[in-house]
């Protein structure tokens, strides 16, 4: 336990710090209901840190820490082979636990797509027995870097739209639902109550038509109630 505990101060430490001695970490931004969630990929580690709120992203808490072991390019995705170092914020201990993690980074370097299924295994050489074939198969989570979050307060505010653009949203929403079904009946994602994707898909409608997607859950189902097509949905 003891050597656990050191194990992770140091690489906890490195996932914050290591951007100062040489490589310096890529940082990106996940929109959550109430908060931002912080992916920080280091040259040894990958890291995911719940941030206080949307405007504080100091003092963040590790939610998931994975030291990297190795990495390799397969077509579009970067495969990364990680040890599991904290999971949903409970450090792993024995006996060690390893999965496979795909990114994909756009060519304008403002965002990145994340693959973490909940699949883990006792071993390296399982692990890699057991990777996906076809990651363009499943569903990934958008993390953007922060100047892009920054670009996003200039897009409209959910609480100003009228009934017609609150209508053309959850339209724009229930489409993305429709579209990736199969990609996330492919997916074993960790989010047992599917609010990751739920979140995802909704900040994609946003995004889409430029409203500004730091909205909390209050005031998105303010909103459904005024839809139409959320009530239909079963979203009131």
């Not at 920080?40 to 992203?57: F, K, N």
């Not at 990114?103 to 693959?115: E, H, I, M, Q, R």
């Not at 859950?217 to 909103?223: A, D, F, M, S």
């Amino acid at each position: 336990m003891k050597k656990l505990i050191i194990n992770m101060a140091i690489l906890l430490a490195a996932g914050f710090a290591s951007g100062q001695m040489g490589k310096p970490d890529r940082s990106f931004f996940f929109i959550g209901a109430e908060t931002l969630y912080k992916l920080v990929l280091a040259p040894d580690t990958l890291g995911i840190y719940r941030c206080p709120s949307y405007t504080l992203h100091s003092d963040a808490r590790a939610e998931s820490l994975y030291k990297i072991l190795g990495s390799e390019q397969r077509g579009d995705y970067r495969l990364y082979f990680v040890e599991v170092i904290v999971q949903g914020a409970v450090p792993q201990q024995s006996p060690q636990k390893f999965k496979s993690i795909f990114l994909k980074f756009p060519a304008d370097g403002g965002s990145v797509s994340l693959l973490a299924e909940g699949d883990t295994y006792e071993s390296l050489a399982a692990c890699k027995e057991h990777v996906v074939a076809d990651p363009g198969s499943k569903f990934f989570i958008t993390w953007f870097s922060m100047q892009r979050l920054q670009s996003f307060v200039t897009y409209r505010k959910i609480g100003d739209l009228d009934s017609a653009a609150t209508e053309k949203l959850f339209l724009a929403y229930k489409e993305h639902l429709g579209s990736n079904k199969q990609k996330v009946m492919n997916t074993n994602t960790p989010d047992m109550y599917g609010s990751l994707v739920s979140r995802e898909l909704f900040n994609r409608a946003m995004i889409g038509l430029k409203i500004n997607p730091f909205a909390s859950g209050q005031e998105i189902t303010k909103k459904a109630k005024g839809s139409t097509v959320a009530r239909e949905m079963g979203g009131s």
